[in-house]
């Protein structure tokens, strides 16, 4: 492209470029190219289902003229059409940020100009012009290129799909979120993004509408190094606000009573006021609760801290802020010995500890049901049309035989478990109407025979908490009463086969600090399998991080 030669330009040539390069670069891509430049890390399909939301709307460029008047020579110089101009806010605030200054003294414009992209969709450049700049400030951001993105545009859209489309742009191998605003007098609410370690293409999510709790949360990932490692550094503070939010039941009374006077929900909690006042003004910060009436509301997060919510995170909440809590404080030994932190720290192992107060057991048995979201699934997906028994190894409170039994009403059930638990097991299973149909045998697996002549064996998040060689003791004993057609199914959290972002490498330290087991990869497990006479032959996705595995006897 050629500058017009009727005006004389006085803004820096530098720009000039970019200016130029931006509005090449638009008239020659389209929603697709921009997809794959952007999205390597994504197969065709998710890029598919990502331009079924989003389009190529435009392409951003920061410059540096010498005042309004030379900025508005700009388009001419590059035979743009102006659609609009106007202050900037979202830049405004990020530039005021990054630089220290008032952002009052930051006087971004905008200046959009429509083009067409590639395939003759509607797309446009954007303009972002700060005149007068600080000289270390237009050489910073001219070296940086910070503001420079690919935008896609999408919306209406409602928060569901919002986090989704998030999801797939930060996933493994995938953008990181780069900060983002409201623009009040567009009614847009702008994500950026960027590749971590690059300078370019950085791109930005133009959504319309307004979408404060999860610019929140991107906001929150966006922040600068200091500031990420100090919420990090914080955690142990967000755990123990959690627990006593379960504890002192404070989530109840804010479910029934959503907006109470903070005077009134402190008199109802036996808590002080101010204090209370401080916590949830922290559990904002959380998405724990919301502002709401005179007081606060839980959000969908803090509805999971209600004691008889369904499902109930409660006493998760309470085993974490407790005894886990305490030996977790002592992950160092752990790390330094490759022993268990809880039996260092309690003088007891981890089931010992557990299994010797009535109390104790009460609430370990409880949080390990609170993943009960995940057994209605493992009960749909169990292959039971032609099986007659099931055997749950090491099955606690009975939550998923119970499950099992309620959706195959032709199957009888046996629960293995140790002596100390089979009365709260028989409980859950007299619970849910299934008690004729189940028999209850004691015993541990490691000094009992595990009962045979089962069809369907369920092992569920009972091997991550064994070493390689109790975890292949365990299967062996499995294989050993397994008939030959019969089915183990193994209900455990995956490692992710390579670095990918996932939360079960936090599960693994926990397995280590608390009990000396460990979580293991697919092919981990495959191994294990087979070196106890078993062969893996599928596995299934469940909620909350968790795997289905299907083994049979090798051959």
Same mark, same amino acid.
Request: with cysteine.
């Given at each position: 492209?050629?500058?017009?030669?009727?005006?004389?330009?006085?803004?820096?040539?530098?720009?000039?470029?970019?200016?130029?390069?931006?509005?090449?670069?638009?008239?020659?891509?389209?929603?697709?190219?921009?997809?794959?430049?952007?999205?390597?890390?994504?197969?065709?399909?998710?890029?598919?289902?990502?331009?079924?939301?989003?389009?190529?709307?435009?392409?951003?460029? /920061?410059?540096?003229?010498?005042?309004?008047?030379?900025?508005?020579?700009?388009?001419?110089?590059?035979?743009?059409?102006?659609?609009?101009?106007?202050?900037?806010?979202?830049?405004?605030?990020?530039?005021?940020?990054?630089?220290?200054?008032?952002?009052?003294?930051?006087?971004?414009?905008?200046?959009?100009?429509?083009?067409?992209?590639? @395939?003759?969709?509607?797309?446009?450049?954007?303009?972002?012009?700060?005149?007068?700049?600080?000289?270390?400030?237009?050489?910073?951001?001219?070296?940086?290129?910070?503001?420079?993105?690919?935008?896609?545009?999408?919306?209406?859209? @409602? @928060?569901?799909?919002?986090?989704?489309?998030?999801?797939?742009?930060?996933?493994?191998?995938?953008?990181?979120?780069?900060?983002?605003?409201?623009?009040?007098?567009?009614?847009?609410?702008?994500?950026?993004?960027?590749?971590?370690?690059?300078?370019?293409?950085?791109?930005?999510?133009?959504?319309?509408?307004?979408?404060?709790?999860?610019?929140?949360?991107?906001?929150?990932?966006?922040?600068?190094?200091?500031?990420?490692?100090?919420?990090?550094?914080?955690?142990?503070?967000?755990?123990?606000?959690?627990?006593?939010?379960?504890?002192?039941?404070?989530?109840?009374?804010?479910?029934?009573?959503?907006?109470?006077?903070?005077?009134?929900?402190?008199?109802?909690?036996?808590?002080?006021?101010?204090?209370?006042?401080?916590?949830?003004?922290?559990?904002?910060?959380?998405?724990?609760?919301?502002?709401?009436?005179?007081?606060?509301?839980?959000? @969908?997060?803090?509805?999971?801290?209600?004691?008889?919510?369904?499902?109930?995170?409660?006493?998760?909440?309470?085993?974490?802020?407790?005894?886990?809590?305490?030996?977790?404080?002592?992950?160092?030994?752990?790390?330094?010995?490759?022993?268990?932190?809880?039996?260092?720290?309690?003088?007891?192992?981890?089931?010992?500890?557990?299994?010797?107060?009535?109390?104790?057991?009460?609430?370990?048995?409880?949080?390990?049901?609170?993943?009960?979201?995940?057994?209605?699934?493992?009960?749909?997906?169990?292959?039971?049309?032609?099986?007659?028994?099931?055997?749950?190894?090491?099955?606690?409170?009975?939550?998923?035989?119970?499950?099992?039994?309620?959706?195959?009403?032709?199957?009888?059930?046996?629960?293995?478990?140790?002596?100390?638990?089979?009365?709260?097991?028989?409980?859950?299973?007299?619970?849910?109407?299934?008690?004729?149909?189940?028999?209850?045998?004691?015993?541990?697996?490691?000094?009992?025979?595990?009962?045979?002549?089962?069809?369907?064996?369920?092992?569920?998040?009972?091997?991550?908490?064994?070493?390689?060689?109790?975890?292949?003791?365990?299967?062996?004993?499995?294989?050993?009463?397994?008939?030959?057609?019969?089915?183990?199914?193994?209900?455990?959290?995956? /490692?992710?086969?390579?670095?990918?972002?996932?939360?079960?490498?936090?599960?693994?330290?926990?397995?280590?600090?608390?009990?000396?087991?460990?979580?293991?990869?697919?092919?981990?497990?495959?191994?294990?399998?087979?070196?106890?006479?078993?062969?893996?032959?599928?596995?299934?996705?469940?909620?909350?991080?968790?795997?289905?595995?299907?083994?049979?006897?090798?051959?």
């Amino acid at each position: 492209m050629t500058r017009s030669p009727a005006v004389q330009p006085r803004i820096d040539p530098l720009d000039h470029d970019r200016v130029e390069a931006a509005v090449h670069f638009v008239r020659t891509q389209d929603t697709d190219s921009v997809l794959t430049r952007l999205l390597p890390h994504l197969g065709e399909s998710e890029r598919r289902a990502i331009a079924g939301r989003c389009r190529f709307d435009h392409v951003g460029v /920061l410059v540096f003229p010498p005042d309004l008047a030379a900025l508005d020579e700009m388009p001419a110089m590059h035979d743009l059409a102006v659609a609009s101009t106007g202050p900037s806010v979202v830049v405004r605030r990020r530039l005021a940020a990054r630089h220290g200054l008032d952002p009052r003294h930051v006087p971004v414009q905008i200046v959009r100009a429509a083009l067409r992209a590639a @395939d003759g969709t509607p797309c446009g450049i954007e303009i972002f012009a700060l005149p007068e700049a600080p000289a270390q400030v237009s050489a910073a951001e001219r070296a940086d290129a910070r503001e420079a993105h690919i935008a896609l545009a999408t919306g209406p859209i @409602d @928060d569901v799909a919002l986090a989704g489309l998030c999801a797939l742009l930060t996933g493994p191998g995938g953008l990181r979120p780069d900060g983002g605003g409201y623009n009040d007098r567009e009614d847009a609410t702008s994500f950026y993004f960027a590749r971590p370690g690059a300078r370019t293409d950085r791109m930005e999510l133009h959504v319309a509408g307004a979408h404060p709790r999860a610019l929140a949360r991107h906001i929150g990932e966006s922040d600068d190094p200091a500031t990420r490692l100090l919420r990090l550094l914080t955690g142990a503070w967000a755990t123990q606000a959690l627990a006593v939010t379960a504890e002192f039941g404070i989530a109840d009374r804010l479910a029934g009573a959503p907006g109470s006077p903070v005077r009134e929900l402190a008199a109802k909690t036996e808590t002080d006021p101010g204090a209370l006042a401080r916590l949830l003004r922290y559990l904002v910060q959380l998405d724990v609760v919301e502002p709401s009436g005179a007081g606060y509301a839980l959000t @969908d997060v803090g509805a999971l801290l209600v004691a008889d919510a369904r499902p109930s995170l409660h006493p998760l909440a309470r085993l974490y802020g407790g005894a886990f809590y305490e030996s977790f404080g002592e992950l160092g030994y752990a790390v330094r010995t490759g022993r268990t932190a809880f039996d260092h720290h309690f003088g007891l192992h981890h089931f010992d500890y557990f299994g010797t107060d009535p109390a104790r057991a009460n609430l370990f048995d409880s949080a390990m049901a609170a993943g009960a979201a995940i057994f209605g699934q493992v009960a749909d997906h169990v292959g039971a049309a032609t099986a007659r028994t099931v055997v749950d190894i090491g099955g606690g409170n009975g939550e998923l035989l119970a499950r099992v039994l309620a959706a195959h009403p032709h199957l009888r059930g046996i629960l293995f478990e140790r002596e100390t638990t089979l009365p709260r097991a028989r409980t859950t299973i007299d619970r849910a109407g299934c008690l004729p149909r189940c028999e209850f045998i004691g015993g541990d697996f490691f000094t009992a025979e595990v009962p045979t002549g089962g069809d369907i064996y369920l092992l569920s998040r009972v091997l991550h908490d064994w070493d390689d060689a109790d975890a292949r003791a365990i299967l062996l004993r499995c294989a050993t009463a397994m008939p030959e057609n019969a089915r183990l199914y193994l209900v455990e959290r995956l /490692l992710p086969e390579d670095e990918s972002r996932s939360l079960v490498p936090a599960w693994d330290l926990h397995m280590l600090c608390n009990v000396g087991g460990r979580e293991r990869t697919g092919a981990h497990y495959r191994a294990l399998l087979k070196s106890a006479g078993l062969d893996l032959i599928a596995h299934e996705e469940l909620p909350l991080g968790f795997a289905m595995l299907h083994a049979r006897r090798a051959g």
